[in-house]
């Protein structure tokens, strides 16, 4: 397999509409703003000084990332795994973000790109609180570029089509990280859920 070049690309993908171009907004309109709204789930990624790259997925209550202006998001951050790869490329590396959000039932999605900065601001964190506790620390993002995906990857993937993955097919997530570490003991999906429920 060879390399690509740009002008490679060119011979198999024809150029994008005028229509796609402009769809690419510098600021969150009504109709973006509407959506993030509705969204509980989201995307982020983010990438390090050492040319590493982290997606992540973030999620809570319907609009549990906040419109504070146009060209402002803020994102608060709950209990994890603590690897923080996301943070940690946001304070060493550009700062640069991406999130892709989304909407259940909806195909379309919502990308927005911006510049991210951290907060442990105490009274930002007290507004935020969610599932009975403030989180440990905001994502403050000054928005750059916001546009809608056209849906055909979900429609494609049938992600919202309602058929949905037994469970049982699947070890569980303490049996998969046990036998991949050897480390703490196998675990079955009830035990690993009740205790995400009491980490939320």
Known sequence: ?????????ATIYPAP?????????PAI???????????????????GSDGSVDASPR????????VAGPNELLMPDRSGNNRIDSFRNIVEGSGFVQLIFFVPGIDETLRVGG??????DPELLASMVEFGKPPRAALRID????????GKALMRSKLWAGDRVERSVMP?????????????????????????????
């Open 115 to 120: 510049r991210g900065k951290l907060s442990a």
């Open 143 to 150: 928005v750059s570029e916001v546009y809608f995906h056209c």
């Open 1 to 9: 397999m060879t390399d690509f070049s740009a002008s490679d690309l």
């Open 29 to 47: 309109d009504v109709h973006a703003k509407k959506f993030i709204g509705m969204s509980p789930f989201c995307v982020l990624a983010t990438s």
């Open 59 to 66: 999620g809570g209550n319907p609009g549990f990332v906040s």
């Open 172 to 200: 569980s997530i303490g049996q998969v990280i046990h036998d991949q570490t050897g480390l703490g003991e196998p675990e079955s999906q009830e035990v690993v859920y009740e205790r995400y429920k009491t980490q939320l």
């Open 17 to 25: 509409s005028p229509r796609v171009i402009a769809k690419a907004r």
